[in-house]
């Protein structure tokens, strides 16, 4: 939990490229409501030279008191093999039961859709191959998320805030974190089931 004496550390997740000017103003608009912010764009995570890139981003995350995690269709360029760091960072944040957050570009859910209903003829098979438009990985990013593999009537903190346009991403963002009392709680109950 954050110290009475210090910010409350928010951690953007790595999702960088072709998204800096909107990354930026998000990281603004939380400096702005008072938070002390975690990116790796912004170069404000400590970056240990002996470790990856990856692992200094997945130690923000275990640093950080809230996580706000932002799914578009590129799947970015922080990929260590089959390890994609925006997803590490995401499933480690989820692990911990750090409170977390997040915004899915709408081409993710209208892609999850057209994909789920497709049909493949006979002897066909349906290939979307990688391109900087869109990659069929993030919806993988976004099942996980929404927690696609539980029954709805079990699943909880699977709230995915679709978007299109940066306005709409900034009054999710400014809804959630403007006040500090709301985030103060539910911070306390995370620090209640934990029993610490």
Request: glycine share 6%; charged share 25%.
């Amino acid at each position: 939990m954050a110290k009475a004496n210090r910010k409350i550390k928010i951690m953007v997740g790595s999702t960088v490229y072709g998204f800096e000017d909107q990354l930026s103003q998000i990281t603004a608009q939380l400096q702005l409501l008072n938070y002390d912010v975690l990116n790796s764009h912004k170069g404000s995570i400590k970056v240990n030279p002996k470790l990856s890139n990856l692992d200094n981003c997945l130690n923000a995350v275990k640093e950080c008191d809230l996580f706000l995690g932002i799914i578009r269709p590129y799947y970015g360029t922080g990929n260590i093999g089959e390890v994609n760091i925006t997803f590490e960072e995401i499933k480690l944040a989820i692990n911990l039961k750090k409170p977390y957050w997040f915004l899915v570009h709408r081409d993710v859910v209208f892609a999850r859709l057209l994909f789920n209903n497709m049909e493949v003829k006979k002897g066909c098979e349906i290939i979307v191959k990688p391109n900087k438009f869109f990659d069929k990985r993030t919806i993988e990013i976004y099942d996980f998320i929404i927690q696609n593999h539980e029954p709805v009537t079990l699943r909880n903190g699977n709230w995915a805030q679709e978007f299109y346009r940066l306005d709409e991403m900034m009054t999710y963002i400014t809804t959630q974190f403007e006040d500090m009392g709301f985030v103060t709680q539910i911070m306390n109950e995370k620090t209640k089931d934990n029993g610490k």
